[in-house]
Each structure stands twice: as structure tokens, then as C-alpha cells.
């Protein structure tokens, strides 16, 4: 929390660190109407307004003062800054034909903020593992159920002395990691190779041909391109832990993209997480992800 709040001038940092929520926070959202902090399901909003001049302020302390630098990574709504905090923007965009080049007149800033919990996937680890061997695995559930802890957590876990697998993860949206300057913000194992912002079919066809991987981590699998890929690397032998939304394993069933890496069997199992009790609560294992599938 110390390198987020750098990022505040004193005045305004002191009455944010007064909030009644403020240890616990998950989230603070700045716009014209104001600063709000989100915890828990609960909601706190500071009283002063604020100017667009102090939200680009602001922003252009997270870049250090270099908002130019950072445009390429804007471009893809967010920027990643020292200690792992996510700060998505809102503005104007700047269009080169149909492809977003920049985004000016910052309106407003989403601070996701990060907290490292290395330890959080250990209940996964009897479900996840099988004398040794890494089972394929689906982290299933809606957004805020835990999957990309988890996922962050396994690598970690995994990665470790205690188990020694060569974990590869793929951090296509600086979720995972969380890299600054080239190195992982949060947990991920110190032996872990990460591909950041890597396009993820081509990160995985990079890990199996490059990396020789035990173990692939990766987020939300999108189209068919990356299911292609996941499915190309289970065949080469490579265990994959990914995750998908959905509440109820038909919303995973309908999906057209994974329907082939459903079907190969390869993909061994799913686990449905919530955030019932907290974030990565496991709620259902499919043990038979071909189930219902034509």
C-alpha cells in the first residue's frame, strides 16, 4: 500500500488513509464526483470533489512523470505500477484508423489495488496434484471468485523447493505477475519464467518450444487460437492451469472456442470457485470435463 499511495499528493493521501475502510480496500475509483473505496461488498466515499488537473496529476505520478513512456500499455486500458497495483483509466480516445493509439483527457482512474498471498491456492493443492504430476486443471467462476490468485498462488507453490516443477506463466494482462522493470511485483515462485503481455497463443507455443515447461500458467482463455494452443501443448505433454468465467459448468460447455480442448479429454479437470466465504472458496470439481460433450 505504501508504493500506491505515492502516487497521491500529502494532503490527499492523509484523508484517504482516514477512510474506515481504508486497510481493507480492494479498489479506489477516482472521478469528478470523488474518491470511493470499495471493500468487501462496501462502499465509502470521501467528501471532497476532484479536478481532472489532480486525476492527470495523479497519473502522471504512477508513470513517474512519464505518461509517453507508458501510452503502449495505456492503450490496453491500464497501467502497472511498482508494488503490483493495477490503475485502469478513462478518457478520450486517440484513433490511428481503427486502432486505438493513445488515450488523452483522463477523466477517471480504477487503483485495483494488489495484495500478494502466496499461500492462498494451498487447499487446491491435494485437487491439483496427483502423485506428483500436475493435473490439468480449469479454474471456473465469476468475476471476484479468486481464480487469478489462485492461479498466481499455484505457480508460486509449485514453482517452490518442495515440489520443483518448471512453471512457465503467461501474463497477457499484467494480472498474474504484475511485472515493473522487469520484475514479478508479486508472488509467482523465483524460478518461474513470465511471459508478460505476451499475445497468449503465441506465448504458449513460445513456453513448449523455448522454456520446457512442466507446468503452464496462464488466465482467461479467449478464442480459438489460444484453446488451439492450450490443446497443442497438453498433446506435447505439458500441463496446463488456466482459468475461464463461468458460474455453472454449461456456461463452460457452451463455449464454442474450448469445445475441442473439452473434447481431446486432456484437460483433465474443473473446479468451480467463489467468493462464498472468501475469494477461492472451491465450490464443485469435475473430474470429467468431456461430460455432455458431443
Not at 28 to 33: A, K, Q
Not at 47 to 76: F, G, H, N
Not at 132 to 142: A, D, F, M
Not at 175 to 184: D, I
Amino acid at each position: 500500500m505504501q508504493e500506491m499511495m505515492k502516487i497521491f499528493s500529502d494532503a490527499r493521501k492523509e484523508a484517504i488513509q482516514k477512510a474506515k475502510n481504508f486497510h481493507s480496500a480492494e479498489e479506489i475509483r477516482i472521478t469528478s464526483g470523488g474518491i470511493c473505496l470499495y471493500a468487501e461488498g462496501k462502499t465509502e466515499v470521501l467528501p471532497d470533489l476532484i479536478s481532472q488537473k489532480e486525476i492527470s496529476a495523479i497519473l502522471s505520478r504512477a508513470c513517474e512523470y512519464s505518461v509517453y513512456a507508458v501510452q503502449p500499455q495505456l492503450t490496453q486500458g491500464f497501467v502497472t505500477i511498482r508494488g503490483g497495483h493495477r490503475i485502469g483509466v478513462a478518457g478520450r480516445a486517440a484513433m490511428d484508423g481503427q486502432k486505438l493509439s493513445a488515450i488523452t483527457e483522463i477523466s477517471a482512474l480504477c487503483i485495483r489495488i494488489a495484495r500478494d498471498r502466496p499461500m492462498a491456492a494451498e487447499s487446491l493443492l491435494p485437487i491439483v496434484l496427483s502423485e506428483g504430476q500436475v493435473k490439468s486443471t480449469l479454474l471456473i467462476g465469476r468475476p471476484g471468485s479468486g481464480k487469478t490468485t489462485c492461479l498466481r498462488s499455484l505457480a508460486y507453490l509449485l514453482g517452490g523447493v518442495q515440489y520443483g516443477k518448471k512453471v512457465v506463466v503467461i501474463d497477457s494482462r499484467g494480472e498474474l505477475a504484475s511485472m515493473y522493470l522487469g520484475m514479478p511485483q508479486l508472488s509467482v515462485g523465483a524460478f518461474t519464467c513470465v511471459l508478460d503481455r505476451f499475445p497468449k497463443t503465441e506465448a504458449i507455443e513460445h513456453a513448449v518450444r523455448a522454456l520446457a515447461p512442466d507446468v503452464i500458467v496462464t488466465d482467461e482463455l479467449g478464442g480459438s487460437a489460444d484453446a488451439a494452443a492450450a490443446l497443442g501443448a497438453l498433446t506435447a505433454g505439458v500441463s496446463l492451469l488456466a482459468s475461464v468465467h463461468g458460474e455453472h459448468f454449461h456456461h463452460v460447455r457452451e463455449n464454442r472456442h474450448l469445445l475441442p480442448l473439452l473434447q481431446s479429454g486432456l484437460m483433465r479437470q474443473g473446479v468451480f470457485l467463489s467468493s462464498r466465504r472468501k475469494p477461492g472458496t472451491v465450490e464443485r470439481v469435475i473430474t470429467d470435463m468431456t461430460k455432455g460433450i458431443l
